[in-house]
């Protein structure tokens, strides 16, 4: 494929053109142009939250339905409740890794790199959506125009964003129940697991439906991985972002001097703030212990067995008793 | 002497003209001993011998003359003896009011003559010839005969001497029961044992004198004599085992210088579960003492003496027995915690003796007291402990059939160790069932949910999954016990309660070591979550049991329409194209 349809927009090196759309080659056919979509960054991102999501739903609503026959064959399938908590935290902190991950390099692109904030959420937004909606059932003529991430595309990262806050922080309550309610009364425990549960279920649900529709059934969109879209995609879906590209209004490169000088401040902050996060993680993580390792199970008491029922009315008065002699011969 | 016989007479020759012709008829009359003897003896008891009549046996006597009033006339009198040929000297007198105050005298219906019993015609004619006893035992042997004609035979009577095996020295009637001055039977009970003692004046067997002896100085009542071991008739083997057993009083001092009392009482082992029962109409008669102690060295007398270094031992060695009946129980203690530090050499646990007991066993679980008093002779700890705990005081106070006794939790022969890994990974099951029958808890107001909200926990989660991985699963989570106590458990009202609220930290902190005050809050107290009881649980559960429809319902409604609006543009296309 690769080699039928010339790539548009290859990575030359430059950063921003990578990033944010390429021109279109004109000598390449447009229909068969593919647009730069996602650099590694974030398809790494992406393999990282992927990876950890599946993982934590996998193991986590087997727990959370553990007495369905279901739920029971799921976890000892998988090596019993144990080895389920273990992958599950495993893959927990793969996700809050990748929370640090996205963290650090958003605040690059839009500190230092300046990018063009095209995830942030609009009215216009909640207007395509009801556009959408409206044309899919013929009560409007048109789809609507969307940008470089789409109504759909901005729900679902927010909710992500959304849900791995309520996620990390009610399962940082779960991980570390004794030093929470050092500071928060024991309710919030229960609670938080109740938090867990549900928006996990909201979660899974939510991709089963909105992004498996999105990515997978309505067109399978390889984007994520492969970096690249193809241009009917980017017409359906990205129409106001194909016109920036092919209008040729690419982002001007941010001056060099000035980038120099924000990363001399990124990096200090971001090294300082990462690593507290990561010292924090490492806390999470560890702290506690009470809730999985194992009490020692009481020692067994040795016992003498007393008078039994049928000899206990029989005690020698004194010592002498056992002193007679009497016959042993019968 | 032979003088005075002659002098005697002399003097009274014609009385004794009229005896011999009053002889003669008798003697005649004597022709048919024949006859006499195979009468049919009468039925006679030897209890009561003075039903006997003479008119049974002998012939009729001459009316109007004593047919012996010539012998007593002589033998009245005498003083003297006849020497026999041993040596033995016979003596010749007859003390006649002897004689009328025995049996055969005026006691009798018709007063015996004294030819009645000396029979011997030929002997007895007078002038008497000398007896032709060599000495005074054949003599009297002799005379003994004669008692069979009216009585029944010795072999009847008194087979018990006739076992004898040195036959030379057996007893005849007269050696027991005298001769002239025979008394009734029943006086002759009044103090069997010194009867028998006339005779058995030393008991030669030394291996046994001693218990002999002791037996003997047991026999305290008119039932306990002689006979009630060496009766006329052999005894069946058991009876010789309770004959001897329920009359020794010493113990037997073992190896260890333990002491064992061999005394049994055979009423406890007839009114013990192996006496006379009645199980479902039937029947059951006691068990005989071989029934249990089948080993051919039980079965004779004497049996050899005990083994054993000391009564832990015996104990043990015994145990085997009951197998022989129970064997399913038999197989069910090998699986169970006692029989296992049995073998791992802990000699004093226990075995079937020890809980059941040996000849008195009686129901274990009747009342069911009995079991806590039976499992807290070993265990007293704790049958203290449970005896305080909400169980115990309610099983003490009125026989509580609901509550559980130590074997309801332990299991009863193949008792399970309760520290181990099984024990506690079902104990939730085994609490829960008691906990979540309705039935039951209803009585006393307790909840029965606890087992749900105990599983919808960490915890009970943990345990739930951990029993389904493998029996054997160690698991560190809490149980039932670990928060309400074992043998303690007191209800949550209780202000000793583990469980109680200003106790409930110090119980988390057995395993949360670190746990702060709010931390026991995080433990729902079996509740479900409501608006009174953690509301913030309810309310994150009711947040999302309305956010995930909405949301994942307002997916599913935007997809359906755009899958429908490509299906439509699609085929619109179609269409076009056609």
Redesign the interface.
């Known amino acids: 494929m690769q080699e039928t349809m010339p790539r548009t927009g290859q990575d030359t090196g430059h950063e921003l053109v990578a990033q944010h759309g390429a021109a279109v080659e004109q000598t390449a056919p447009a229909r068969q142009a593919e647009y730069h979509r996602f650099d590694l960054w974030q398809r790494v991102d992406h393999i990282m939250l992927l990876s950890s999501f599946t993982v934590l739903g996998l193991t986590g609503l087997p ?1 959370m339905f ?2 369905q026959p279901w739920a ?1 064959w799921m ?2 399938t998988m090596g ?2 144990e080895t389920v908590r273990i992958i599950h935290r495993v893959a927990a902190t793969v996700l809050m890794l990748g929370a640090i991950y996205h963290g650090g390099i958003t605040t690059y692109k839009v500190f230092v790199r300046r990018v063009r904030l095209t995830m942030l959420p609009g009215w216009q937004d909640v207007k395509d ?1 009801f556009q ?2 409206a ?4 009560l409007y003529k048109h789809e609507p125009r969307m940008g470089q991430y789409n109504f759909a595309e901005k729900a679902e990262y927010w909710a992500v964003i959304w849900g791995s806050a309520v996620m990390i922080m009610t399962g940082f309550m779960l991980w570390n ?2 030093t929470t ?2 500071f ?8 938080a ?3 867990h ?3 996990a ?2 979660a899974v ?2 991709i089963i ?2 992004h498996v ?1 999105h990515v997978h059934v ?1 067109r399978f969109n390889k984007s994520m991985f492969t970096g690249y879209l193809a241009r009917e995609a980017m017409e359906e879906e990205h129409i106001l972002e194909l016109e920036r590209i092919e209008a040729g209004r690419r982002q001007i490169p941010p001056d060099p001097q000035a980038v120099r000088r924000r990363t001399m401040v990124f990096v200090p902050v971001a090294v300082v703030i990462s690593v507290s996060l990561l010292v924090g993680l490492y806390f999470f993580v560890t702290h506690e212990h ?2 999985i ?3 020692q ?4 008491e ?11 009315s ?1 005690t ?1 008065a004194t010592n002498q ?10 | 002497m032979k003088q005075s016989v002659q002098q005697i007479f002399q003097r009274s020759l014609p009385f004794l003209a009229c005896l011999l012709a009053a002889g003669l008829v008798v003697v005649l009359l004597n022709g048919l001993p024949a006859l006499a003897q195979e009468q049919p003896s009468a039925p006679v008891s030897e209890q009561t011998p003075q039903a006997v009549t003479p008119q049974d046996a002998l012939p009729a006597q001459m009316p109007g003359a004593a047919t012996d009033s010539a012998c007593k006339l002589c033998h009245a009198d005498l003083t003297g003896t006849l020497a026999l040929p041993s040596g033995d000297e016979l003596t010749l007198g007859v003390d006649l009011s002897a004689l009328d105050a025995s049996v055969h005298g005026q006691h009798a219906a018709q007063q015996l003559a004294c030819t009645d019993c000396h029979a011997d015609r030929q002997r007895y004619q007078y002038p008497h010839q000398p007896p032709p006893a060599q000495n005074l035992q054949e003599y009297r042997a002799d005379v003994a005969q004669n008692c069979e004609r009216c009585h029944v035979s010795s072999e009847l009577h008194n087979p018990g001497h006739l076992q004898a095996q040195d036959k030379t020295n057996l007893p005849n009637c007269v050696d027991c029961h005298g001769s002239h001055e025979v008394e009734p039977a029943a006086a002759m009970y009044a103090a069997p044992i010194a009867f028998c003692r006339t005779c058995h004046q030393t008991f030669e067997d030394p ?5 002999h002896t ?1 037996v003997v100085a047991s026999l305290d009542s008119p039932e306990h004599n002689c006979t009630t071991c060496h009766s006329d008739t052999v005894q069946p083997v058991d009876a010789q085992c309770k004959n ?1 057993h329920s009359l020794l009083t ?4 073992l190896e260890s ?3 064992i ?2 005394h049994v009482t055979p009423a406890h082992i007839d009114a013990s579960v192996h006496g006379f029962r009645d199980v479902d109409g039937k029947q059951y008669t006691p068990l005989a003492c071989t029934d249990c102690h089948r080993n051919q060295q039980y079965t004779h ?6 083994e054993v270094a000391n ?2 031992e015996l ?1 043990l060695q015994r145990e085997a027995i009951c197998q022989n009946c129970h064997s399913n129980i038999f197989d069910q203690t090998r699986d169970g915690i006692h029989n296992h530090a049995l073998q791992e050499g ?1 000699k ?3 075995t079937c ?9 009686q129901p274990p679980d009747v009342p069911r007291e009995r079991v806590v008093a ?1 499992c807290g ?4 700890d704790i049958k203290e402990q449970y005896v305080t705990s909400v169980h115990g005081a309610a099983l003490l106070a009125d026989d509580n059939p609901d509550v559980p006794v130590c074997t309801d939790c332990h299991g009863v022969h193949d008792i399970v ?1 309760a ?1 181990s890994n099984e024990f ?1 990974l079902a104990s939730t099951e085994m609490c829960g069932k008691c906990h979540s029958d309705v039935n039951i808890m209803d009585k006393y107001n307790i909840s029965t949910n606890v087992m749900e909200t105990y ?1 919808a ?2 915890h009970g ?2 345990n ?3 029993a ?2 493998s029996a054997h ?2 698991i ?1 989570t809490a149980v039932c016990y670990d928060c309400h106590g074992v043998h303690n458990i007191l209800p949550a009202t209780d202000e000793n309660s583990q469980i109680m609220k200003a106790n409930l930290l110090t119980t988390c902190q ?7 005050e ?7 107290s079996h509740y479900e ?1 409501s608006v009174e009881h ?1 509301p ?2 309810y309310f ?2 009711l ?3 309305i ?2 429809p909405l ?2 319902g307002g ?2 409604l ?2 359906a ?2 899958v ?3 299906l ?1 543009n699609r085929l619109r296309r179609r269409k076009g194209q056609s």
């Open positions: 727990q553990s007495t029971t976890i000892l019993g409740i959506a959408a909606f044309y899919n059932l013929g129940p004794i309610t050092l928060l009364p024991g309710e919030i425990i229960p609670a697991k109740a938090a549960g549900g928006e279920l909201l649900l939510s439906t909105w529709y309505k009470t809730a390792e194992t009490i199970p009481p020692t067994t040795q016992l003498q067995a007393a008078n039994p029922p049928g000899e206990q029989f020698p008793a056992l002193d007679q002699p009497v016959g042993i011969t019968w | 291996a046994l004198a001693a218990v002791e001897c010493s113990w037997v001092t210088g333990e002491v009392d061999p007398y004497p049996h050899p003496p005990l009564r832990r104990t802990n004093q646990a226990a003796f020890d809980c059941h007991g040996s000849h008195e066993i039976t002779s070993c265990h007293e160790q520290t506690r599983v926990d960490f989660t943990t739930v999954l951990f389904r991985e699963q160690e560190n057995q395993c949360h070591p670190n746990a702060s709010n931390f026991s809050a995080a433990w729902m979550p953690y913030l649980v994150v559960n947040f999302y049991r956010v995930i949301t994942v997916f599913a935007f997809i329409s755009d429908y609006r490509r439509w």
